[in-house]
């Protein structure tokens, strides 16, 4: 009996009974059809990618080999011992058929579930970002044929907020003449290079750390440290850009904060 295998204090118990995913299953039903080879359950599908995402398994192959492998993780899933784990195309396969859509719906139904809960603070909201770094080698890097000018319209267009905010006006222009070195040097790497394999990421510069493609994570928490809003932009925008959004999307789930 696999569920005899794995502890009670396991983690992945733990988790199975305080957060359910069949709302899953509700939110995705008209992506599939009543005919046909029946699909992946969605519900295994998410399952399998938050394991990943909570143990560290970066690859989506070694996720299927350790999910074969692992028992708590086999129990979570709901696949006993003699059944066959589904092929990592799925991942792939999944996130054409959803786009990010679902994860956000999943985040809003987990944030909703920790207000339930009591968990949430409404009284202020704190803002932060932090670099990703992405899953692409620097070797995919091609030169782009946008002059720099032009990639950095881009990356302001992207940042102009959808709704005006209190407090010091901002237009949605970043002016790249008061942005000191980093906006004069048009010969940066990051301006004139992209990845072929992931062109939404940029170079990042750490010093001590060396160059790498990434990403800039933007979270919103409340007063407790729970994540009421997150947002993503390349690495080389500005924390500005991502303001209006996380904003928008907090108090349209939690109101203004007090």
Known sequence: NLDSLVPEDHFLKRLDSLVSFNFVRDITKSY?????????????????????????????????????????????????????????????????????????????????????????????????????????????????????????????????????????????????????????DINRLSLRKKSTTDPDATITHKPGAGSHLSYKAHIATDTNGIITAVSASPSVSHDIGAVPILVESHERILGTPS
């Open 32 to 184: 599939y059809s009543h005919t046909g080879k029946p699909s992946i359950d969605p519900v295994v599908l998410v399952k399998m990618l938050l394991v990943g995402y909570l143990f560290d398994i970066r690859s989506e192959r070694k996720l299927i080999e350790e999910i074969t492998l692992n028992l708590a993780y086999r129990w979570y899933i709901g696949y006993d011992l003699d059944e066959e784990i589904p092929n990592h195309s799925i991942f792939s396969k999944a996130r054409t058929r959803f786009g990010k859509k679902l994860f956000l719906d999943i985040f809003e139904k987990i944030l909703i579930k920790c207000i339930e809960l009591g968990l949430v603070s409404k009284e202020g909201m704190l803002i932060d970002s932090t670099i990703v770094k992405a899953d692409a080698s620097d070797n995919s890097m091609v030169e782009i044929g946008l002059s720099p000018e032009q990639y950095w319209k881009r990356l302001d267009q992207k940042e102009k907020p959808k709704k005006k905010l209190s407090g010091a006006r901002y237009t949605g222009e970043v002016d790249k003449n008061k942005m000191g070195k980093r906006r004069r």
